[in-house]
């Protein structure tokens, strides 16, 4: 492993842990969501994804693929429609569902968010 994966892996439990200490972490579902717990996570995806470092582009270039958990569906549109030459080095996956308006689709029974089928 790579010092940049152990970074990102760090930024990641950092954001998490961070999340528990403020109380996110343990707040009912009506108050805090998954998605609102990832929303760190999700902003350093989408940073990635539509502007990344040199570094990271150097790492794409020798085959590297970035695994992006959780995006909304009309941000992937939006990377395949801008970073398209990028799009074999990307793999997605958990991909919320959303409506026009880029707003996350929700279960009515249940609030939770819907996610796309990736046929696995």
Request: include cysteine; proline fraction near 4%; aromatic fraction near 4%.
């Amino acid at each position: 492993m790579n010092g940049k994966r152990l970074n990102e892996n760090a930024s990641r439990r950092i954001v998490r842990a961070l999340l528990c200490v403020t109380g996110l972490g343990f707040l009912a579902p009506s108050q805090a969501s998954a998605e609102d717990a990832d929303s760190g996570v999700a902003a350093i995806e989408m940073r990635r994804l539509l502007q990344p470092t040199p570094a990271e582009l150097a790492q794409e270039q020798k085959g590297r693929i970035y695994i992006y958990d959780g995006l909304r569906a009309v941000d992937i549109e939006n990377a395949m429609d801008t970073a398209f030459d990028r799009i074999e080095n990307m793999m997605f996956i958990r991909v919320r569902k959303t409506d026009e308006q880029g707003k996350t689709l929700r279960d009515p029974a249940t609030g939770e968010p819907q996610f796309e089928d990736d046929g696995c």
